[in-house]
């Protein structure tokens, strides 16, 4: 056979599935990999998550306009396993909470990812449409709203990365940590951080944007004493501190400052981003016992679909972990 001839059989019967496979690779890669920038600067690791970064949306509306083809949605035994992909690609839009941004500049284009996750929803329910068949489409539904969440988390995360609120509500357990050293770093790094934070780069511009004739700026001239009192209260403490720990809480601050501006911090780390972690889990949780239970189908298609929805729930749970031991959640 023509090597031709034999390759692009082969890609018109698996273009959509090695399309879907990576996009989870690169889910996963961005994930695992997303964090690491915080604490290396190895040259492959930032490669490798530049190229996933990039490629990552890219793929996912690819994959969703070749599913929309009406060539591709034909009756077989995949119909309505593929149905499901759809949504699930629209959740792999919304991105993994361990990175929002590549830069700091991607955060003023939160308006441009609303705009595509609104078309990219609409071409998924599309598909869904056209390719309804049997009962099991109705588990697209909860992996929509999933999906609906997880973009949501996004385009909120870049929109707020440079005017998002900082809590002071740690300046009166400061007293009450001093027995442990780990504590009272935290609590230090996070008043450093509230501080500090309007002089980063790029902050003052788009905060004054948002604050000039508003309310958040007419209550800031009653936070300005405040501030002044725990400035000073916070140079007494840093004064107080030996060279290693004060590296501790630089790095600390840091590890903040990095969060507020590439991930999902600003949500994930709230009562509502917890209500919403919740939701998430049970809808791949809920997906994930109703289709292991369908066992009309068994081919490769329904292994794929069972691999995105196992990694769904892993990385769900995976996140809650590393939610649950972060240094936000011990403040």
């Known amino acids: 056979m023509n090597p031709v001839v034999w390759g692009r059989k082969l890609w018109k019967a698996w273009d959509i599935r090695a399309m879907v496979l990576l996009s989870l690779i690169l889910q996963i890669t961005l994930f695992i990999c997303g964090n690491r920038r915080k ?3 190895k040259t492959w690791i930032r490669f490798t998550i530049w190229v996933a970064y990039l490629m990552a949306n890219w793929v996912v509306t690819t994959a969703l306009g070749k599913l929309s083809d009406a060539d591709v949605i034909i009756p077989s035994a995949n119909y ?4 499901l992909w759809a949504p699930l690609l629209f959740l792999h839009l919304g991105g993994p909470d361990t990175i929002t941004a590549y830069a700091s500049e991607d955060n003023k284009l939160w308006l ?22 049997t009962w099991l ?11 609906f969440i997880k973009n949501g988390e996004r385009v909120w995360a870049l929109y707020s990365s440079a005017i998002a609120h900082i809590s ?17 770093k935290l609590i230090l790094a996070h008043q450093s951080f509230a501080i ?43 004064s107080s501190m030996d060279i290693v720990e004060l590296f501790d809480v630089i790095k600390i601050e ?32 809920s997906v994930s016992l109703v289709f292991f239970s369908y066992n009309s189908i068994n081919n490769v298609d329904f292994g794929i679909t069972a691999v995105l929805l196992v990694m769904a729930v892993v990385v769900e749970l995976y996140a809650i972990i590393v939610v649950l031991s972060s240094d936000w959640t011990m403040l």
Request: net charge positive.
């Open 196 to 238: 500090f934070r309007p002089y980063i780069v790029n902050y003052i511009s788009v905060a004054d944007d948002h604050l000039k004739d508003s309310w958040k700026g007419f209550t800031w001239r009653f936070r300005e004493p405040v501030l002044k009192q725990l400035l000073s209260r916070l140079l007494n403490e840093i």
């Open 112 to 133: 441009r990812h609303f705009l595509v996750a609104l078309v990219q929803l609409g071409l998924a329910i599309y598909v869904l449409l056209l390719s309804w068949t």
């Open 80 to 83: 309505e396993l593929r149905a």
């Open 168 to 184: 002071l509500s740690t300046t009166n357990h400061l007293e009450d940590d001093q027995e442990n050293p780990h504590a009272r």
């Open 254 to 285: 840091l590890g903040f400052t990095f969060d507020m501006i590439y991930t999902k911090a600003v949500i994930n780390y709230t009562k509502k981003g917890c209500i919403l972690r919740l939701i998430t889990l049970f809808c791949f949780l």
């Open 39 to 41: 604490s290396s600067v």
């Open 137 to 147: 489409s109705f588990l697209a539904f909860p992996i929509f709203l999933a999906g």
